[in-house]
């Protein structure tokens, strides 16, 4: 796997880390796949609970400081909740 990064598509997914403890992330997170196994990520992956996460190359700001401090744009979104409340029409 090449990403660095995977965002949690699924409604919740629980991932393995590499202490051998277990950790679990709701919907909309991202994560630094270094933190846990390749097996649990894998898992995941093909399951389609967690996407890979590519950055997004965007102009330079005019007042950027430098490319390196920059934080990149990420290509996902997380996904919006749904209360339910306000969808009926009465």
Same mark, same amino acid.
């Given at each position: 796997? $090449? ?5 949690? #598509?699924?409604? *919740?997914?629980?991932?393995? $880390?590499?202490? %051998? ?5 709701? %919907? ?5 796949? #270094?933190?846990? $196994? !390749?097996?649990?990520?894998?898992? !995941? ?5 967690? @996407?890979?996460? $590519? &950055?997004?190359?965007?102009? &330079?700001? =005019?007042? *950027? @400081? #430098? ?7 990420? =290509?996902? @979104? &997380? =996904?919006? !909740? /749904?209360?339910?409340?306000? /969808?009926? #029409?009465?």
């Amino acid at each position: 796997m $090449t990403a660095k990064r995977v965002f949690v #598509s699924a409604a *919740a997914v629980v991932l393995e $880390t590499v202490d %051998g403890g277990e950790r679990y992330f709701y %919907g909309g997170a991202v994560l630094d796949v #270094s933190q846990f $196994t !390749a097996v649990s990520i894998e898992h !995941a992956l093909d399951a389609g609970l967690v @996407e890979p996460v $590519t &950055p997004v190359k965007s102009e &330079p700001a =005019a007042n *950027a @400081e #430098s490319e390196s401090e920059a934080e990149p744009e990420l =290509a996902a @979104e &997380p =996904a919006k !909740a /749904s209360t339910g409340k306000g /969808s009926r #029409s009465k």
